[in-house]
């Protein structure tokens, strides 16, 4: 369970060991924070499996982003939609879990946005809804439904969405769209799939397809922290990025529903 993370975290690096964690690192910005403090006093080696960095067809985005190849991004539109939803009970434990389908999935699209972007988010309105009613208190209630919108430094909108069990038609709804001044860009999943991937670049009314299947992505990220470790087993700032991931889940929780 994902309340487990932190501590089994903490107790290999204080062990001298270095650690790559499931998502979510912690459950709230303050356990990530506390993790990230010790493996940075540990000086070991500390990453988390956010493995749709690792797709051609995110990857493809960004390097178009980076390279000013679409404007300046003031659109993004993110939706994860499983329509089966988690099988483990203590998913649906906010105490174990830390959330529902937001800290859950919701992560893998905030995280994708910041790592693209690399713009702070400086305003977040939210809602949350549990078998389709509005869920005004909290605790002990996980959303299977959220909606969220991010807005950043740039002056560029987050849209996003994700949820559990939603009569999607099919067994998952994976996108994200960038769309700037200069032209722009989208991420859709094949049919449903949880693992294959396309990527096009928009111009007006055309389309040019930068990435798909098939893409052997899935344990990138392992084999990353791996070749990483046998190179330099010492502590990665880069981890600390992740702060900001954990604070923007929890502004939308936080912000839920006012």
């Avoid at 993370?5 to 001298?16: N, S, V």
């Avoid at 650690?19 to 690192?25: A, G, S």
């Avoid at 390097?63 to 099988?87: C, K, S, Y």
């Avoid at 434990?93 to 702070?120: E, F, K, N, T, Y």
């Amino acid at each position: 369970p994902s309340a487990q993370h932190a501590q089994q975290c903490t107790a290999a690096l204080e062990r001298g060991l270095a650690v790559f964690c499931q998502k979510p690192l912690g459950r709230n910005t303050q356990e990530v924070s506390k993790v990230i403090a010790v493996a940075r006093a540990a000086n070991r080696l500390l990453r988390v499996d956010l493995s749709y960095r690792y797709t051609e067809a995110l990857r493809s985005i960004r390097q178009l982003v980076r390279q000013n190849e679409l404007g300046e991004i003031f659109a993004v539109d993110l939706v994860f939609h499983n329509a089966f939803g988690p099988q483990k009970a203590w998913f649906y434990d906010r105490l174990h879990s830390g959330g529902g389908c937001v800290i859950d999935l919701g992560i893998h699209l905030v995280d994708a946005a910041l790592w693209i972007l690399d713009q702070p988010i400086v305003g977040v309105t939210s809602r949350l809804l549990h078998h389709g009613k509005r869920i005004d208190q909290l605790e002990g209630i996980c959303e299977d439904y959220a909606t969220a919108r991010l807005d950043l430094a740039s002056g560029a909108a987050i849209n996003l969405s994700c949820s559990w069990h939603l009569h999607a038609g099919r067994d998952a709804v994976i996108e994200a769209s960038f769309y700037g001044t200069k032209g722009g860009a989208a991420m859709r999943n094949v049919n449903g799939s949880f693992y294959d991937f396309i990527a096009k670049r928009f111009n007006s009314t055309s389309r040019q397809v930068l990435a798909a299947p098939p893409d052997e992505w899935f344990g990138r990220a392992a084999v990353e922290w791996a070749r990483r470790l046998a190179r330099d087993p010492t502590f990665d700032p880069e981890i600390e990025r992740i702060i900001e991931v954990a604070s923007a889940i929890d502004a939308i929780y936080e912000n839920a529903n006012l």
